[in-house]
C-alpha cells in the first residue's frame, strides 16, 4: 500500500501567518492527492482535489501544489476558522490511504 | 441540497455484525463512485472500501478485507456496508464519502457519520 507521510503532525502559528504543510507519498501518484480539513466532532470538508484545484467555495487562501511524491498545502493567511486538523488523501492506486493528520493550533 | 445520512451504528459484542446505510439526495446517486471511510476516537481517518457507480469495482482496506462488505442499491440511492466478525479496533466513526472525481483524491461530500462500538 502507498504510505502518506504527513508534516509536521502539529503547528502552531498565529492569526495572519502563512502556513505550510507537506505530503510525502511513498511512490508516484502522479497528482492524484486531495487535502481535507477537519475540525472536532465533524464530518470532513474537502478542500482541494488533483493536488492544486481548488474546490469551489473554498477561499482563495488556500491553495495546494505538487505531483509525483511531494505535495504541500498552504494557507496564505490565517484566519481564526482555520485552525483545525488537516489531511491529505491519495487515490492513485487502492488501498486509499490518507496522511496521519496535521492539528493546526492557534499560538 | 446535496446529502448523504448514514444510519445503522450503535452498540455490538466482538464477533458480531451490524449493517451501515447511507442514504443519499440531491444528486444523481448512480453515477458515482461511493466510499466508506472511518475514525476511531481520537485517531486519524482510515479509508474503509470503494465501490464504483455500476458496483463493478469494488475494494477494501486490508485491514477489513474478508470481514466487511459494501454494496448500494441505486434504485434507492442507497449505500451500505456490512460488517461482520468485528473487533474492538473497528470502533470508529463510520462516513460514507461521494468521489467528485476519479483519481483526484476528491471526496466532496460526506455524511455527518455514525458511531459503531464493539465491546462486550
Known amino acids: 500500500a502507498i504510505q502518506m507521510t504527513q508534516s509536521p503532525s502539529s503547528l502552531s502559528a498565529s492569526v495572519g501567518d502563512r502556513v505550510t504543510i507537506t505530503c510525502r507519498a511513498s511512490q508516484d501518484i502522479r497528482d492524484d492527492l486531495g487535502w481535507y480539513q477537519q475540525k472536532p466532532g465533524k464530518a470532513p470538508k474537502f478542500l482541494i482535489y488533483a493536488a492544486s484545484s481548488l474546490q469551489s467555495g473554498v477561499p482563495s487562501r488556500f491553495s495546494g501544489s505538487g505531483s509525483g511524491t511531494d505535495f504541500t498545502l498552504t494557507i496564505s493567511s490565517l484566519q481564526p476558522e482555520d485552525f483545525a486538523t488537516y489531511y491529505c488523501l491519495q487515490d492513485y492506486d487502492y488501498p486509499c490511504t490518507f496522511g496521519q493528520g496535521t492539528k493546526l493550533e492557534i499560538k | 441540497e446535496v446529502e448523504l445520512v448514514e444510519s445503522g451504528g450503535g452498540l455490538v459484542k466482538p464477533g458480531g455484525s451490524l449493517r451501515l446505510s447511507c442514504a443519499a439526495s440531491?444528486?444523481?446517486?448512480?453515477?458515482?463512485?461511493m466510499n466508506w471511510v472511518r475514525q476511531a476516537p481520537g485517531k486519524g481517518l482510515e479509508w474503509v472500501s470503494s465501490?464504483?457507480?455500476?458496483?463493478?469495482?469494488?475494494y477494501y482496506a486490508d485491514s477489513v478485507k474478508g470481514r466487511f462488505t459494501i454494496s448500494r442499491d441505486n434504485a434507492k440511492n442507497s449505500l451500505y456496508l456490512q460488517m461482520n466478525s468485528l473487533r474492538a479496533e473497528d470502533t470508529a466513526i463510520y462516513y460514507c464519502?461521494?468521489?467528485?472525481?476519479?483519481?483526484?483524491?476528491?471526496?466532496?461530500?460526506w455524511g455527518q457519520g455514525t458511531m459503531v462500538t464493539v465491546s462486550s
Open positions: 464519502a461521494k468521489v467528485h472525481i476519479e483519481a483526484a483524491g476528491a471526496l466532496d461530500i
Open positions: 465501490i464504483s457507480s455500476s458496483s463493478t469495482y469494488i
Open positions: 440531491g444528486f444523481t446517486f448512480s453515477s458515482y463512485r
